[in-house]
C-alpha cells in the first residue's frame, strides 16, 4: 500500500524533529615554508551548484525532492547518501528543498523527484545538528571545472612531490587526486596535487564526502589555507590524513602570532596546534564524512557526525578569507607520516562531493562576526 501524503508528511515531520535532537557532524601540514608562486595550471571540479534543489541524489539535508524509483525496497526507507536510490515506492516532490526523499511501499513506482529548488540556499544544522551555516556553493564532481578550482605546480620544504596538473581526474562523479612516481630526471620523485578553490571563505563550514590514500608517507587533505604568496600573515585549519596510520588523521590549526607586515618579502612562520585523533575506522578503505566549522568562536572537526576536537586558542587571529584545498602529496619527515618506500606510490584520495557554506551571525542568536 503507498503512503498518502499526510502520511509522507508525518514521516518527515519526525525525520525532522530527531535531525534537531541530534549531535553534530565533522588541516595542510607546515614542513617548512611554502615555495612557489600564486596558483598556476588548469583547474578541476564542477561549477558552483547554489542551493541544492530537485536531484534525488542530493544527500540529506542539501536540499532535493524525492528520487526517480529505485530497485524494491521496504515501506518508509529513507533515501541516503548521494548516488543511493530511494525504495521502490515515490518520493514527493513537494519535499524538495529538505534533503533526501522518502520511499513508498515496494513494487510500486516512484514519482520523479524533480520538486523546486531549495529556498535562498539550504540551512545547515552544523552536521547533524545546530549551526548557523547557509549553503553558498557545491561541487558534486560531474566534470573537471577550471572556474571552480585552481591546480598549482608549486612544492615546498619537505615534500617530495611537485604539484601537477595532470594528477586530477573526474569519472562517474568521483573527483580522484592521485600521487605518482615523477619522470625520470624531474626535480622530485614524485607529483602530487594541490587543487585550490577560486572562491574564499571566512567563517562558514565545508563538508566533504571523501576516501583518503593509502601509503605510508602519503599526506591526503581537506584544508582550508590564506593563500597569497609570500604569506605575510597565517591562517589554516587542517584535516589531515597520514599514510602511516589508517584509523587516524591530524587535525590542525595554524596563525601566526606575530605584527603581519604587509611589505614582507618571505613567509612567515606559524604556530601550529596539532592533534592526531582516533577516527574510529578505516579511513583509507571507502569514504566518509568530513566537516571543519568555522566560527568567530573557535573551530569543530568532526568524522561521520562525530565531534572530534574544539580549537579556540588564538581564535582571535584565525579571521583571514581561505581558499579551500584538495590535497595529496609525500612528506619527508618519516617519523610524522611514515617513511616513504617502494610502494608509497601510486596511492591516490577520492573525494565524491564538497559542499561550502556561508556563516550567518544572524542564525547565531544575533551576534557579529569580529
Same mark, same amino acid.
Given at each position: 500500500?503507498?503512503?498518502?501524503?499526510?502520511?509522507?508528511?508525518?514521516?518527515?515531520?519526525? $525525520?525532522?524533529?530527531?535531525?534537531?535532537?541530534?549531535?553534530?557532524?565533522?588541516?595542510?601540514?607546515?614542513?617548512?615554508?611554502?615555495?612557489?608562486?600564486?596558483?598556476?595550471?588548469?583547474?578541476?571540479?564542477?561549477?558552483?551548484?547554489?542551493?541544492?534543489?530537485?536531484?534525488?541524489?542530493?544527500?540529506?539535508?542539501?536540499?532535493?525532492?524525492?528520487?526517480?524509483?529505485?530497485?524494491?525496497?521496504?515501506?518508509?526507507?529513507?533515501?541516503?547518501?548521494?548516488?543511493?536510490?530511494?525504495?521502490?515506492?515515490?518520493?514527493?516532490?513537494?519535499?524538495?528543498?529538505?534533503?533526501?526523499?522518502?520511499?513508498?511501499?515496494?513494487?510500486?513506482?516512484?514519482?520523479?523527484?524533480?520538486?523546486?529548488?531549495?529556498?535562498?540556499?539550504?540551512?545547515?544544522?552544523?552536521?547533524?545538528?545546530?549551526?548557523?551555516?547557509?549553503?553558498?556553493?557545491?561541487?558534486?564532481?560531474?566534470? $573537471?571545472?577550471?572556474?571552480?578550482?585552481?591546480?598549482?605546480?608549486?612544492?615546498?620544504?619537505?615534500?617530495?612531490?611537485?604539484?601537477?596538473?595532470?594528477?586530477?581526474?573526474?569519472?562517474?562523479?568521483?573527483?580522484?587526486?592521485?600521487?605518482?612516481?615523477?619522470?625520470?630526471?624531474?626535480?622530485?620523485?614524485?607529483?602530487?596535487?594541490?587543487?585550490?578553490?577560486?572562491?574564499? $571563505?571566512?567563517?562558514?563550514?565545508?563538508?566533504?564526502?571523501?576516501?583518503?590514500?593509502?601509503?605510508?608517507?602519503?599526506?591526503?587533505?581537506?584544508?582550508?589555507?590564506?593563500?597569497?604568496?609570500?604569506?605575510?600573515?597565517?591562517?589554516?585549519?587542517?584535516?589531515?590524513?597520514?599514510?602511516?596510520?589508517?584509523?587516524?588523521?591530524?587535525?590542525?590549526?595554524?596563525?601566526? $602570532?606575530?605584527?603581519?607586515?604587509?611589505?614582507?618579502?618571505?613567509?612567515?612562520?606559524?604556530?601550529?596546534?596539532?592533534?592526531?585523533?582516533?577516527?574510529?575506522?578505516?579511513?583509507?578503505?571507502?569514504?566518509?564524512?568530513?566537516?571543519?566549522?568555522?566560527?568567530?568562536?573557535?573551530?569543530?572537526?568532526?568524522?561521520?557526525?562525530?565531534?572530534?576536537?574544539?580549537?579556540?586558542?588564538?581564535?582571535?587571529?584565525?579571521?583571514?578569507?581561505?581558499?579551500?584545498?584538495?590535497?595529496?602529496?609525500?612528506?619527508?619527515?618519516?617519523?610524522?607520516?611514515?617513511?616513504?618506500?617502494?610502494?608509497?606510490?601510486?596511492?591516490?584520495?577520492?573525494?565524491?562531493?564538497?559542499?561550502?557554506?556561508?556563516?550567518?551571525?544572524?542564525?547565531?542568536?544575533?551576534?557579529?562576526?569580529?
Amino acid at each position: 500500500m503507498a503512503f498518502t501524503q499526510h502520511q509522507v508528511a508525518a514521516v518527515w515531520s519526525s $525525520l525532522l524533529w530527531l535531525g534537531a535532537c541530534s549531535s553534530s557532524a565533522p588541516p595542510r601540514h607546515l614542513d617548512g615554508a611554502q615555495a612557489g608562486n600564486a596558483p598556476s595550471g588548469a583547474a578541476a571540479g564542477t561549477s558552483a551548484v547554489p542551493n541544492g534543489g530537485g536531484s534525488g541524489a542530493s544527500s540529506p539535508g542539501a536540499g532535493g525532492g524525492g528520487g526517480a524509483a529505485g530497485a524494491t525496497g521496504s515501506a518508509g526507507a529513507v533515501g541516503g547518501a548521494r548516488g543511493e536510490p530511494g525504495g521502490a515506492g515515490g518520493g514527493l516532490g513537494s519535499l524538495a528543498g529538505a534533503g533526501g526523499q522518502v520511499a513508498g511501499t515496494s513494487g510500486e513506482p516512484g514519482v520523479s523527484g524533480a520538486g523546486t529548488s531549495a529556498q535562498a540556499g539550504d540551512t545547515s544544522q552544523g552536521g547533524l545538528g545546530g549551526g548557523p551555516f547557509v549553503l553558498s556553493w557545491q561541487d558534486d564532481f560531474d566534470v $573537471l571545472d577550471a572556474s571552480a578550482w585552481q591546480l598549482q605546480t608549486f612544492t615546498f620544504d619537505g615534500n617530495d612531490a611537485q604539484f601537477s596538473t595532470s594528477n586530477a581526474a573526474v569519472a562517474n562523479g568521483v573527483l580522484t587526486i592521485s600521487l605518482t612516481a615523477a619522470p625520470s630526471g624531474a626535480t622530485k620523485p614524485y607529483l602530487g596535487v594541490e587543487m585550490r578553490s577560486a572562491k574564499t $571563505l571566512t567563517y562558514g563550514k565545508v563538508s566533504a564526502r571523501m576516501r583518503f590514500a593509502t601509503g605510508s608517507g602519503v599526506v591526503s587533505g581537506l584544508v582550508l589555507f590564506y593563500t597569497p604568496y609570500p604569506n605575510c600573515d597565517w591562517n589554516e585549519i587542517d584535516i589531515e590524513h597520514l599514510g602511516k596510520s589508517s584509523n587516524t588523521s591530524q587535525l590542525n590549526a595554524q596563525v601566526f $602570532l606575530g605584527t603581519p607586515d604587509p611589505n614582507c618579502t618571505a613567509s612567515v612562520t606559524p604556530t601550529q596546534d596539532p592533534q592526531i585523533v582516533d577516527l574510529g575506522f578505516d579511513a583509507e578503505n571507502d569514504f566518509h564524512l568530513y566537516d571543519i566549522e568555522w566560527t568567530p568562536s573557535g573551530v569543530n572537526y568532526y568524522a561521520d557526525g562525530v565531534l572530534l576536537r574544539t580549537w579556540t586558542a588564538n581564535i582571535d587571529r584565525l579571521k583571514l578569507p581561505e581558499t579551500i584545498l584538495l590535497t595529496i602529496w609525500a612528506s619527508t619527515s618519516a617519523d610524522w607520516a611514515g617513511p616513504l618506500t617502494s610502494t608509497s606510490a601510486p596511492a591516490s584520495a577520492d573525494i565524491d562531493w564538497i559542499k561550502v557554506y556561508d556563516y550567518d551571525p544572524a542564525l547565531a542568536g544575533g551576534a557579529a562576526a569580529e
